[in-house]
């Protein structure tokens, strides 16, 4: 199946049209690290995730989709300073502009996924900003679940995902903790076979990947683009 698409999309923010890369939402992946990154789909689907408005600079999974207060918040200076910001790589700005949108308008779940890709991106430059990039995740995380927002599939996965992250900024007792969390969560071997998983990642510095006897359907959902 086609992993890329093109497709004209209007901005809702300024009504430019534009004609991005998309990443086909009915992809499917088999394999997933403990944060949530598809395994082999991030490598090629991670500049594509967000679409910035070559307009307005709107940033957004979906420049068609848009919340009434985005159209004021892009044009604030906040917002513009993150994209701006010549100290993160270029995709990391655009994700975190769109993280940051999404937590003034309280989507924090997204907030948090925009702010973990940005992670991810600094990640694979190796660039320092990564943790600053996983600290905005996880806050935002936290606050979505404070606000009953869901965080992957469900409270299982939302353990697994936020401790992960925890795990790799090097806050090794708020792994621990989500990991037990995720423990006395787990319905099933397979889901207990991954808390342990995490429960013994003490390495900060690697991505890991989620065993594949141990990936269930609900696993495999997690954090995947709708």
Known sequence: MQALLRDARQCAVCTNT??????????????????????????????YWVQQCGTCRHCTADV?????DARTIVKTTAYLAILNDTGYPFL????????????????????????LRAAWKCE???HPMAGFCRTQA???????????????SGTFDSAIIIGDICRRNGDSASALRYAQQAGLLATDDAQREIASQ??????????????RSAATNEQRRSLRES
């Open 18 to 47: 534009t004609t991005y890369t998309c990443v086909n939402p009915r992809m499917q992946v088999d394999s997933y690290d403990l944060d949530g990154r598809p395994y082999e789909l991030s490598i090629i689907a991670l500049p």
């Open 138 to 152: 996880i806050q935002s995380f936290e606050r979505a679940l404070q606000q009953n927002q869901p965080v992957g």
């Open 198 to 211: 995490l429960l013994q990642a003490t390495d900060a510095g690697i991505r890991t990947r989620i065993a």
């Open 92 to 115: 990391a700005r655009e994700y975190l502009a769109a993280a940051h949108l999404c937590r003034m308008i309280e989507h924090y779940a997204d907030a948090g996924l925009h702010a």
């Open 124 to 126: 694979d430059m190796v």
């Open 64 to 68: 068609r989709l848009v919340h009434p």
